[in-house]
């Protein structure tokens, strides 16, 4: 049953004072919008959209969530929610419906925030999300105006592309990006902070379907005011980026745990421990090491984590966290070596043998792992590395075995070999890859420019 809020409007004059005192008051909008699903991110975006001056419709077969709305009251739990929600109808900025052909009819851009739950063995239920689409799509079907399609529930990569616009298409009879608009929104609410959250996001992603600017522009209009300059990127990207947050924040979480759970057993206080890891913003809480690549190695990483992992093991403190860690380098390893192992050579040049650019440390690298590996499984290796040890005078990184594998320049490496294996960057790498003369397969562990040569045949180990 639709539900006509002009009847119900109300208004709580001194929270509405409040509220105004602590979010600036905005002029009206030129977009509409309809909300489907008024759950948690549903109500939060109703509920701010609509104090930022944009009209709301909020979708939802829930009775007692459309009555909730009609009537002014959050049918959840958020601080705050009340009061906006009581501001958004006393200024005609907010109406509910179980219609989504009215909810259509009456805005310009339909947020989908449906939910996503688990199945019984991990994955996700996406029945809500191709209901929500059918619905849009039978609506969209009645509607000349171009209207934008707008989906902010948690999903995984490829269902924009594989689910949403398929049944958007079906159920409409339209086609994406040219009869109607279509966009990726990823939430970043927290349940308690979300309001906050919303005015002060960490970063506003929008995921762009094809050549569809159109929706994304409409989108910055909607976060204009906000502050923060959204990144649009591509539509998976967007989709995965949620998820790439969420696992991060829940791997930071099991950290910290572990963290604590061995400084109790020390009798040390693990709050001060933490606060002095997050002082740091160079490197701990940075971008410093946020990059996909090859494996960490070195003279303090491993050693580090094997020294902890085995004092937790003392005082029979499980530390599963940091156990994965380790698993983790020796599967990033095992991928590179498999990727060497699938261009089916017997000649294979390394650029970098040391364990990162600018050291002549060799101590665990996981680079003079490869080199051993496949000088074990008899192909002919050879080594461009400017700061490895030649011969014993050079100090303690000088290896016997690795030595007469040196060559003086990136290009005699390349002559030498089918494969070349970029562990490390060096000046002249760029050049002497784009100029290699013959057909070579590079196996890129660094992350360098994609070569435009055609006579180079490329893989990137995580891009």
């Not at 052909?101 to 991990?122: E, K, Q, R, Y």
């Not at 759970?261 to 020390?266: F, G, P, Q, Y």
Request: one cysteine or more.
């Amino acid at each position: 049953m639709e539900i006509d809020l002009n009847s119900v409007r109300l208004a709580s004059k001194s929270k509405v004072a409040a509220l105004e005192n602590y979010y600036p008051s905005v002029e009206p909008r030129p977009y509409r919008v309809s909300v489907f699903g008024a759950g948690y991110v549903g109500c939060v975006s109703s509920a701010c959209l609509s104090k930022d001056g944009f009209a709301v419709v909020a979708v939802d077969p829930d009775r007692f969530k459309v009555e909730h709305l009609a009537r002014g009251q959050a049918p959840i739990v958020e601080p705050g929610l009340d009061e906006l929600l009581q501001s958004a109808h006393a200024n005609d900025l907010l109406s509910a419906t179980n219609s989504a052909v009215d909810a259509i009819n009456d805005t310009d851009i339909s947020f989908c925030c449906v939910g996503t739950p688990s199945l019984p063995d991990g994955t996700l239920n996406t029945n809500h999300v191709r209901e929500v689409c059918e619905e849009i799509g039978k609506a969209l079907r009645q509607k000349a105006d171009f209207h934008i399609v707008v989906m902010r529930s948690t999903i995984l990569p490829g269902t924009m592309e594989e689910l949403v616009i398929p049944t958007l298409e079906k159920a409409s009879g339209k086609i994406a990006g040219h009869d109607f608009g279509v966009a990726y929104y990823p939430e970043f609410l927290r349940e308690s902070t979300a309001i906050a959250d919303y005015y002060k996001p960490g970063a506003i992603v929008f995921g762009q379907y094809a050549d569809d600017t159109r929706s994304i522009d409409a989108l910055k209009v909607l976060v204009a005011h906000i502050g923060v300059t959204p990144h649009v990127i591509p539509m998976r990207s967007a989709e995965i980026v949620k998820y790439a947050n969420n696992c991060w924040h829940a791997v930071k979480i099991s950290f910290s745990n572990e963290i604590g759970n061995i400084c109790k057993a020390k009798n040390i206080d693990s709050h001060v421990v933490m606060d002095v890891l997050c002082s740091d913003t160079r490197l701990n809480i940075s971008r410093a090491y946020m990059k996909p690549g090859f494996a960490y190695g070195g003279s303090c990483l491993p050693k580090d984590l094997r020294a902890l992992t085995a004092l937790g093991r003392s005082m029979n403190v499980p530390t599963p966290v940091l156990d994965a860690a380790r698993l983790a380098n020796a599967v990033q390893i095992d991928h590179a070596r498999s990727l060497i192992d699938a261009a089916s050579h017997e000649t294979i040049g390394f650029i970098g043998v040391t364990f990162k650019a600018d050291t002549d440390d060799l101590r665990e690298s996981p680079l003079l792992e490869l080199v051993e590996g496949f000088l074990g499984k008899g192909k002919e290796v050879s080594i461009y590395d400017p700061h490895a040890a030649r011969d014993a005078s050079q100090g303690r990184n000088y290896l016997k075995h690795i030595a007469p594998l040196l060559h003086d320049s990136i290009k005699d490496v390349i002559a030498r070999s089918e494969v070349i294996v970029v562990g490390n960057k060096y000046p002249g790498l760029k050049d002497a890859i784009e100029t290699a003369g013959k057909l070579v397969t590079v196996i890129d562990l660094a992350r360098i420019e994609i070569p435009e040569n055609r006579n180079v045949i490329y893989h990137g180990l995580c891009w």
